[in-house]
């Protein structure tokens, strides 16, 4: 088998939310080009405001059932939603990236300062705007620990979101996904 420069495939877990027809703030997945937002998400991520994906599909069932808890606390009823995304490894590549293989090399730092609510990679002195995308393991908030086999693909501008090319619901959980696929 030869390597035939693929694609490559990265997953999205949200609630159908996220995907209302009125919502101002949701994906548009019907037709293209999508429509993702970069306000939307949790205040203080890793590594600072984006939109999150994996490559692992079941972290993504994960996530997308941990906002579907979330909102049925609250007494919402709401679905999980797993969304399939669609990124030309080219296209990737011409994309101003951070890459942290692991949890070394100043990885904990740099989540330590976006998790502080500093403006993430704008703000830093040598850099003149923010990194399209930053890449990574997954952390447990509030602690210096990495999820083992865990990975995080986070788009932090509007070239990075413009580099997937395609966006698919993959699957909608009622109301929650098994994980235990």
Not at 16 to 24: D, F, I, K, R
Not at 60 to 81: D, E, F, G, S, T
Not at 84 to 101: C, D, I, T, W, Y
Request: proline share 6%; net charge neutral.
């Amino acid at each position: 088998m030869s390597w035939a420069n693929d694609d490559m495939v990265l997953y999205h877990g949200c609630s159908e939310e996220s995907l209302a027809p009125g919502n101002p703030r949701g994906i548009v997945v019907t037709g293209q080009p999508h429509n993702i937002s970069l306000d939307v998400g949790a205040s203080l991520p890793d590594f600072g405001p984006g939109f999150y994906t994996t490559t692992w599909l079941h972290q993504a069932r994960n996530w997308a059932n941990l906002r579907v808890r979330k909102l049925q606390a609250r007494r919402r009823i709401a679905k999980a939603v797993v969304l399939s995304m669609r990124v030309e490894r080219n296209a990737f590549a011409g994309l101003q990236s951070l890459v942290f293989p692991g949890e070394r090399d100043g990885f904990y730092k740099f989540v330590e300062y976006c998790r502080d609510g500093r403006r993430p990679h704008a703000a830093i002195e040598f850099r003149q705007g923010p990194y399209d995308v930053v890449t990574g393991p997954v952390t447990l908030a509030g602690q210096t620990m990495i999820v083992g086999g865990a990975d995080q693909v986070s788009f932090h501008t509007l070239a990075g979101t413009a580099a997937i090319s395609r966006v698919d619901v993959h699957g909608v959980g009622d109301p929650l996904f098994d994980v235990s696929t």
